[in-house]
């Protein structure tokens, strides 16, 4: 196969930033996918409806003209997040999920939620009304190993809250693990999640070729070569669960390369791309449309597209730096070939 033509795409868990950064990314994200669930973990972090319209605008903004794109805008969850805060959400049409983030567990975290006993009220109310709860399922504390966070927080935080809340909506981001998949596989219904294409395409061995690579690192950290399977197995298992997100994170060059580098990878330029290297390699290019543009609109009550993108079997070479406003942005692949490109227009 050479041409691969898709129904157009959505990226169900992006972080697009504010500002220049903002500006200088999210062109990527336009490009390729028809929609994105944006995080709200700028600072301050997007905690209610009104700073949620307003970044929302700030993204239209940026947006270069001839491309039609719609931020799907997300709420931070707090201490502080009211039940009333959920329906006003509800009613803006653009609001389409509540992010948990345990705090400390990653970036802009730090606002997040320390006892989840103490958002039950918020979480019932989102159950009532139907509002998905996306979480990043990492248990913070500095005891669990950090290659165990994903299996703790899955274990001690997740599996009572999906039987205290039996109709909650959630979806699990990011998932790196065996154990991931095999929970949400046979999770109750209304649970899924998202797989990230570097989860797909590289294990911990990457972070440490030939030295320590801060490009490499991102939250949940990557894990084994038997997780990656596993994920690529619910990937391209036509599993309506499992959907993609890129979790695309961009962060300067000099926050990466840092004696105390910052989480998170830049794949935005390349996502549809990557996946469809991932897809291939597992034999299964014809369930990369399902996974990309259909089980997350699907999930979240929204139709799918009706325009289409193509991908063609013909290797580019991604620049090495992105502009990113005030500095550099080093990319995934950057200066090295991706086997995929989409073809100009980005549409047919
Ligand atoms: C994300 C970021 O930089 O905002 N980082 C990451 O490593 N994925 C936050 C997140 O999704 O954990
Ligand atoms: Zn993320």
Redesign the pocket.
Known sequence: MNTVKLRRPDDW???LRDGAALAAVVKFTAQRFGRAIV?P?LKPAITTVAAARAYRARILAAVPEHMRFEPLLTLYLTHDTMPDEIDRARATGFIHGVKLYPAGA?THSDAGVTDIAKVYRVLARMEETGMPLLV?GESPHPEVDVFDRETHFIDAVLQPLLERFPSLRVVL??ITTVHAVEFVTHARAGVAATITPQHLLLNRNAIFSGGIRPHYYCLPILKRERDRLALLGAATGGNPRFFLGT?S?PHSQASKENACGCA?MFTAHAAIELYAEAFESAGRLDRLEAFAGHFGADFYGLPRHDDTITLLKESWVPPEVYDFGDGALVPYRGGESIAWRLAESGAT
Do not use: P, R
């Open positions: 868990h992006v972080h995080m973990n990653t990043h981001e990011h979790d994170a998170g």
